[in-house]
């Protein structure tokens, strides 16, 4: 059984950074993506990473802010968060799922992320 549990979400101000972590076990699937959903919006796509070849995948209004990464000793994906603003303030939620472009099947029940201006 997959199960996802993110962890590092909190509460900051303007332009810091962030670190989420999510530790997978079980995990079934090669790609490991990280989505967020903001009060009153749907769940939208962040980011993703293949475990076997490390390729990733941004949506465009995190690139160049945001890196994500895995450790495979650690079967941990990270999300390395920077320059963070209002708008990215939101739940953020680990998945895993076959494909980096595709549907997901297994989610993390998410951790809080808080940004004040």
């Known amino acids: 059984q997959v199960q996802l549990v993110e962890s590092g979400g909190g509460l900051v101000q303007a332009g810091a950074s962030l670190r989420l972590s999510c530790a997978a076990s079980?995990?079934?699937?090669?790609?490991m993506g990280w989505f967020r959903q903001a009060p009153g919006k749907e769940r939208e796509f962040v980011a993703a990473?293949?475990?076997?070849?490390?390729?990733?995948y941004y949506a465009d209004s995190v690139k160049g802010r945001f890196t994500i990464s895995r450790d495979k000793a650690k079967n941990t994906v990270y999300l390395q968060m920077t320059n963070l603003n209002s708008e990215d303030t939101a739940v953020y939620y680990c998945?895993?799922?076959?494909?980096?472009?595709?549907?997901?099947?297994?989610w993390g029940q998410g951790t809080q992320v808080t940004v004040s201006s």
């Open positions: 990473i293949g475990w076997i070849f490390g390729n990733t």
């Open positions: 998945a895993n799922g076959p494909s980096l472009y595709g549907q997901y099947q297994y």
């Open positions: 079980g995990r079934s699937n090669d790609a």
